[in-house]
């Protein structure tokens, strides 16, 4: 018996309208395979293929709002054709398909994603100083309790 495969459909550029060509990712695990615009260098990643590529659970998530029924993003997606709207890493703007959960990238704005994933959160880094607070007050506190039970214990 004679099994073929079934032919994977080409995706058009949602920017260009081009052809994209697959290009095949190294990640821990089973590589992942994103399709890229040979014209305008934008890439599109199938739903969970970013988490995968960045490898940041903290940042991937921040990528999952998924909601709104007016989108503010200009573009169809190439996978399913549905609505795809705006999500935004700090100041890297992403569109996220509401449908199918895919991501397209402009040029450039992997490479800042995977700066932000490196370097952190400002959220990260503020909830660490609100913690280094927190400590602080608690040691005062200690301080305070174990001075005044040395007070009465005299």
């Not at 099994?3 to 260009?16: A, G, I, S, V, Y």
């Not at 934008?42 to 998924?66: H, S, V």
Request: aromatic share 8%.
């Amino acid at each position: 018996m004679y099994n073929k495969k079934p032919m994977e459909k080409t995706r058009e550029c949602p920017r260009c309208w081009v052809e994209m060509k697959k290009v095949e990712v190294d990640v821990l695990g089973p590589n992942v395979i994103i399709d890229v615009c040979p014209k305008c260098q934008g890439i599109w990643f199938d739903n969970n293929e970013l988490k995968k590529i960045l490898g940041d659970r903290k940042l991937a998530n921040y990528l999952t709002k998924r909601i709104g029924t007016q989108s503010e993003s200009k573009l169809v997606c190439p996978r399913c054709g549905g609505l795809m709207d705006l999500e935004y890493a700090e100041d890297v703007e992403i569109d996220v398909c509401l449908g199918c959960h895919g991501a397209w990238l402009d040029y450039g704005e992997l490479d800042r994603l995977k700066e932000k994933s490196e370097a952190g959160y400002t959220g990260d880094k503020e909830k660490k100083a609100v913690e280094e607070w927190e400590e602080m007050v608690a040691k005062q506190r200690r301080r305070g309790l174990n001075s005044l039970f040395g007070r009465l214990m005299r």
